[in-house]
């Protein structure tokens, strides 16, 4: 290799266009675009996700012409070599907010300025970067509607052209490798769960755009359309942005003045990173601390109960077609993620960090932020908590938001010969030979969840 470099550490930013990290890197001449494949945090992640990530950093490679060097290792001493072997003085990367990357990215630069190598970091993979929004008195919001009052007031930058790059190379692995390393720490409740990834999905920066381009033809109905799982009404973008393969600007640049509703969610995923910034436990343990009590239940019995929700067996069309969705696809319905979150926690009496770990698991979108607190918002736990006593009731939920079943019978074969509202419906093996009795009894088990709910206000 001759000549200097700036090497730009890929992370959550695995995209050409609209890069201020590549800007910079760019500025002083040619770059050295580097991914490094982290075993500590590959361990835990499921092979679906780290199946689109694997596909999306094949698609960015191809994209800076095959020069993308991935290594695997501890991101400090890869780079640190990665530096030597280019001559590198700087090291530029879009800066992490999560606790985990805030770590390591610390790490990092002390072991780079030991050898006199600069960790640069900027922009951010939100549109408003966590730690920006507080209140009059500085303080972060813990309510969303606050929140999103002060998100909305602050100018949000535009999309930014491309830079122009002179690409260097090194070499690198085969990123298929990094399947490999994923899903090494495995919970024991999984039990003989699949392990498999989902079929892969279109990944890289154009299948991106491709996405935000078609949801645009549709952003002006998200508002009504997003909560019917049977129509195609939501933007799939969230694995895009997951990766960072598009940046939310741009989303917001293209569909912001379309829909308010779809604004909305944006900031709620800004929202919830802010809050995993401010309070890094809050990705295991629970945000307020008078539900810390609640009684769930972790024998095997309860095992078996989790089992069978995440298989899509419970007999509860809509709750099983949800979770036969994300074994399928690596992705579920936003409605329905609610519905099955709220089914485990309060008709199963299960513990919401199972829940949320097996959508990790499965999920191509899964990113901690969002994942968590979505869960910690159905179990009564987070920032804006539902109400403990709202429950979801699985079939109420069928018959508002697929009147028509046809979300339930695309996903739930057994029930594919039945109208609504007979497959929306628990059913007897007389209508559906083959499909699973109810698991619990709806009603009992909403009285029950009632009432650990009281008990653990008590010890509060």
């Known amino acids: 290799m001759n000549g200097a470099a700036t090497i730009l550490w890929f992370r959550r930013d695995l995209r050409t266009g609209d890069h201020p990290a590549l800007e910079a890197a760019a500025a002083s001449g040619g770059v050295l675009g580097a991914f490094v494949g982290d075993p500590a945090l590959l361990a835990p992640?499921?092979?679906?996700?780290?199946?689109?990530?694997?596909?999306?950093?094949?698609?960015?490679?191809?994209?800076?012409?095959?020069?993308?060097?991935?290594?695997?290792?501890?991101?400090?001493?890869?780079?640190?070599?990665?530096?030597v072997e280019a001559g590198a003085r700087r090291v530029v990367a879009t800066a992490d907010f999560g606790p985990a990357g805030r770590a390591r990215d610390e790490r990092v630069a002390r072991h780079l300025g030991e050898r006199g190598v600069d960790l640069e970091l900027c922009d951010s993979p939100y549109a408003v970067a966590p730690g920006t929004v507080r209140s009059r008195t500085g303080e972060p919001y813990g309510v969303f509607a606050a929140?999103?009052?002060?998100w909305a007031a602050l100018d949000k930058a535009r999309p930014r052209p491309p830079a122009v790059v002179a690409w260097l190379g090194a070499p690198g692995e085969d990123p298929s490798g990094l399947l490999g390393l994923a899903g090494r720490v495995r919970p024991d409740y999984f039990a003989d769960l699949p392990d498999g990834p989902a079929p892969a999905a279109p990944a890289g920066e154009a299948a991106a755009h491709a996405a935000l381009e078609a949801f645009q033809a549709r952003a002006e109905r998200y508002g009504e359309a997003r909560d019917l799982p049977g129509l195609e009404g939501t933007s799939r973008l969230s694995a895009h942005l997951k990766v960072g393969a598009i940046h939310p600007r741009?989303?917001?640049?293209?569909?912001?003045?379309?829909?308010?509703?779809?604004?909305?969610e944006v900031a709620w995923r800004d929202f919830y990173a802010d809050v995993l910034y401010h309070d890094p436990d809050s990705a295991r343990a629970p945000w307020r601390g008078t539900p810390r009590a609640l009684r769930v239940d972790r024998d095997g019995a309860a095992r078996e109960r989790f089992v069978a929700w995440a298989r899509g067996t419970t007999g509860y069309p809509l709750v099983d077609a949800g979770m036969r969705q994300?074994?399928?696809?690596?992705?579920?319905?936003?409605?329905?993620?609610?519905?099955?979150?709220?089914?485990?926690?309060?008709?199963?009496?299960?513990?919401?960090?199972?829940?949320?770990?097996?959508?990790?698991?499965?999920?191509?979108?899964?990113?901690l932020a969002s994942n968590q607190h979505g869960w910690q918002w159905v179990a009564g736990t987070g920032t804006d908590a539902a109400p403990f006593h709202r429950i979801f009731n699985p079939v109420r939920q069928a018959e508002r938001f697929d009147p028509e079943g046809r979300y339930v019978r695309r996903y739930v074969p057994e029930l594919a010969h039945l109208d609504a509202p007979d497959c929306l419906r628990p059913v007897g093996a007389r209508l559906a030979p083959g499909y699973p009795a109810p698991i619990v009894d709806l009603e009992l088990e909403r009285r029950e969840a009632l009432a650990r709910h009281a008990e653990a206000r008590g010890r509060a």
């Open 147 to 150: 929140y999103r009052r002060a």
């Open 250 to 264: 741009a989303v917001l640049d293209a569909v912001g003045a379309t829909s308010t509703a779809f604004v909305a």
């Open 45 to 83: 992640a499921g092979p679906t996700r780290v199946a689109h990530l694997v596909a999306s950093v094949r698609a960015l490679d191809a994209s800076i012409g095959g020069r993308l060097v991935v290594r695997v290792g501890r991101p400090e001493e890869v780079l640190c070599d990665l530096a």
């Open 326 to 367: 994300l074994l399928a696809e690596g992705w579920m319905h936003n409605r329905v993620r609610m519905a099955c979150a709220s089914f485990l926690v309060k008709h199963l009496h299960l513990d919401w960090r199972w829940g949320a770990r097996w959508f990790l698991w499965r999920l191509a979108d899964g990113d």
